[in-house]
């Protein structure tokens, strides 16, 4: 892939803010869980985040791997770790941070649901409508023609390292990889985080 995609770069402010309205929800709808399942990595933060709120003790892991690269709308994905702990009739939710694709969340809840839950539900902060599952709880929609790859504070250094060798690639050096970056990611990051990259990415 030879462009960029735009970017939108969430805050922990943001993340607080989801983690709110999807506990709120889930508290609503009275299907607190007895075991929140996250999906490693990027579920991993929102799951710890809704296990607080809705005082769950109970958090293992299960980790799905999408075979697609850094902000690309497409793409497989595998599960490669199973489950690490028993769900056998318990009230599972799976929680992951989008569902883009839905491919992930598609693949670990039917692959939680063959363990013998009680109940098996799921949880996103966010929820893309082009993907071909949603999830029981959201806590942002985001229409299919408005999407965007969202930069969570979790994998920043991650994402911010291969945008920015997308857009040396075009325009060589720090100021022409940020001002590329600005202009067709819509991402505007601080001259420091990309020395930082150059670090070990050559941005030419």
Known sequence: MDDLP???????????????????????????PDTIVGMARGGWIPSRLLCDRLGVQRLVSLRARHWGVTATPTGAAELTEGLSGSV????????????DTGDSLALAVDHVQKAGPARVESATF??????????TYYAEEIPRDAWVWVVFPWNYWEDLATLAA????MTPGLDAVRATLKRRARLDVPRADLERIAAHVPLG
């Open 6 to 32: 735009r970017c939108r770069r969430a805050t922990w402010d943001d993340v607080d803010r989801w983690a709110e309205i999807v506990a709120d929800r889930i508290v609503a709808g009275r299907a607190v």
């Open 88 to 99: 056998t009739g318990h009230r599972v939710l799976v929680v992951d941070d989008i569902t």
């Open 126 to 135: 966010l929820h893309i409508t082009h993907s071909r599952v949603a999830p």
């Open 166 to 169: 997308r857009a040396a690639a």
